[in-house]
């Protein structure tokens, strides 16, 4: 699943898990269902069971773990991007078709979670940045800038074989994606709708189609 996301989301991770790993799933639970203010390293401690000394062996302080989290996530999403896009490299070879087929199957995932989308874990972290250190900050800068270079990349291609219908700034269009997502997530749990998210990302599909070569 994406972060965001901006990541998204909750990983799934190996069954077989070392204790940073649990020490990171358990984390990345709370963040996203209290934030980081809310997230104590004795409730993780006594969470993954072990000691407070085992915690400092891992991660230095909770700035360290939180970039640990985002770290990982980035090539979390870095492999689901990856397979993702290839999935829909196998749906046409025209860069329009294949970037629509990605945008359809991001809304499926989505669509798919039971009880919703558990929240975007960078969204989450970047509403209490001042709390965190330059590395935390600049590891979810990365996060969300991964999401625009994959866009962004998908979207010149396009542009090269179907010229967009007027003047788009192709950045700001792949930076759309994260926005909706994020948006959708928000106003999804506030309202309880888990499908507003899939709707806004085919909506968000509509509008690529539109620009690009509606009827085509």
Partial sequence: MLDCGPTLMLKQTSVTKSKREDILDAAQRA????GV??????ELIAEVDISKNGFFYHFRDKDQLV?????RNLEIDREWFDGL???AARVSDDPLFRLLAFLELIAGEMESMDGGHPGCLTTAICYQDRLLGDNVRQAAA???LQWRSTLLGQL??????HPPKYDVALQELADMLSAVIDGAIIFGRVVDDALILPRQIRLYKQLILNTFGAGK
């Avoid at 963040?31 to 209290?34: N, T, V």
């Avoid at 970039?67 to 770290?71: D, M, N, P, R, S």
């Avoid at 010149?156 to 074989?161: F, K, P, T």
């Fill in 31 to 34: 963040i996203l269902h209290k």
């Fill in 37 to 42: 203010s809310g997230t104590t390293i004795d």
């Fill in 67 to 71: 970039e640990a989290i985002l770290v």
């Fill in 85 to 87: 896009l290839g999935k």
């Fill in 142 to 144: 990365r996060v969300l």
């Fill in 156 to 161: 010149e291609e396009i542009a090269r074989v």
